[in-house]
């Protein structure tokens, strides 16, 4: 299993540009996540899944705009690129057991830095 | 609104030495509570988990931490530290709000470990 991969590693946006970070699982999880880390801070919450075609906000999804067609995929849509969007976002995924509380595997991350 | 402390933001210890993470929280009702380590350049790995039961949890890498309720805490602990445990480490809690199960990650410590 390659687990949760994401694609690109690295990205420099201008500002007013828009992309889309890659987010894939092949474990079968239910649950997937976008979540950003700034420096010296932890991760925060901006959008999430319970499966195909549901999607949810977390806890700062402005800017940002996600869709889950498959099970694998999550993808994360920035439009309109600001500095303030400058973070390494990680997305990760879980089975959903124990009401979705077990443990989520993490992918490796994007480090975006928006000029 | 749940929210997570770690009031070390740097932490050096030899190797060999015990190690103590400080971990506060603050949430309503019985939380889940969760330590993450991230290696750098690298996604969360998690190293164990409280949901309920016995307040001492094992995890994995010969950590271990203890729920304490009167005092908010979840401290993690490892009586050896070996220098393939520098890395950062979060301490999370999990809760249920309007946004449906969220996460909610302290701002992280960063171990080094001397030889």
Same mark, same amino acid.
């Not at chain 2, 393939?84 to 410590?109: I, K, P, Q, W």
């Given at each position: 299993?390659?687990?949760?991969?994401?694609?690109?590693?690295?990205?420099?946006?201008?500002?007013?540009?828009?992309?889309?970070?890659?987010?894939?699982?092949?474990?079968?999880?239910?649950?997937?996540?976008? +979540?950003?880390?700034?420096?010296?801070?932890?991760?925060?919450?901006?959008? +999430?899944?319970?499966?195909?075609?549901?999607?949810?906000?977390?806890?700062?999804?402005?800017? +940002?705009?996600?869709?889950?067609?498959?099970?694998?995929?999550?993808?994360?849509?920035?439009?309109?690129?600001?500095?303030?969007?400058?973070?390494? +976002?990680?997305?990760?995924?879980?089975?959903?057991?124990?009401?979705?509380?077990?443990?989520?595997?993490?992918?490796?991350?994007?480090?975006?830095?928006?000029? | 609104?749940?929210?997570?402390?770690?009031?070390?933001?740097?932490?050096?210890?030899?190797?060999?030495?015990?190690?103590?993470?400080?971990?506060?929280?603050?949430?309503?009702?019985?939380?889940?509570?969760?330590?993450?380590?991230?290696?750098?350049?690298?996604?969360?790995?998690?190293?164990?988990?409280?949901?309920?039961?016995?307040?001492?949890?094992?995890?994995?890498?010969?950590?271990?931490?203890?729920?304490?309720?009167?005092?908010?805490?979840?401290?993690?602990?490892?009586?050896?530290?070996?220098?393939?445990?520098?890395?950062?480490?979060?301490?999370?809690?999990?809760?249920?709000?309007?946004?449906?199960?969220?996460?909610?990650?302290?701002?992280?410590?960063?171990?080094?470990?001397?030889?």
């Amino acid at each position: 299993n390659a687990g949760v991969t994401q694609t690109p590693k690295f990205r420099i946006l201008k500002i007013g540009q828009s992309m889309t970070l890659q987010c894939a699982q092949d474990m079968n999880h239910n649950y997937m996540y976008w +979540y950003r880390q700034d420096p010296g801070m932890g991760l925060k919450l901006i959008y +999430y899944s319970v499966g195909a075609g549901i999607t949810d906000k977390g806890e700062v999804p402005n800017g +940002y705009n996600v869709s889950r067609s498959t099970t694998e995929d999550f993808p994360l849509r920035l439009e309109l690129a600001a500095p303030s969007q400058t973070s390494v +976002y990680f997305c990760a995924s879980n089975r959903g057991d124990r009401g979705g509380w077990d443990e989520q595997f993490f992918g490796p991350g994007t480090r975006l830095t928006v000029l | 609104a749940q929210s997570v402390t770690q009031p070390d933001i740097h932490i050096t210890v030899s190797e060999g030495a015990s190690l103590e993470l400080r971990c506060n929280y603050s949430y309503g009702a019985t939380p889940y509570l969760f330590w993450y380590v991230q290696s750098p350049g690298q996604g969360l790995q998690l190293l164990l988990k409280y949901f309920s039961g016995d307040t001492l949890v094992q995890g994995i890498k010969g950590f271990e931490a203890e729920f304490k309720r009167s005092q908010s805490s979840f401290n993690l602990r490892k009586p050896s530290v070996h220098w393939s445990d520098a890395a950062e480490y979060f301490c999370a809690v999990g809760a249920r709000n309007n946004a449906g199960n969220m996460l909610t990650f302290g701002g992280g410590t960063r171990l080094m470990v001397k030889p």
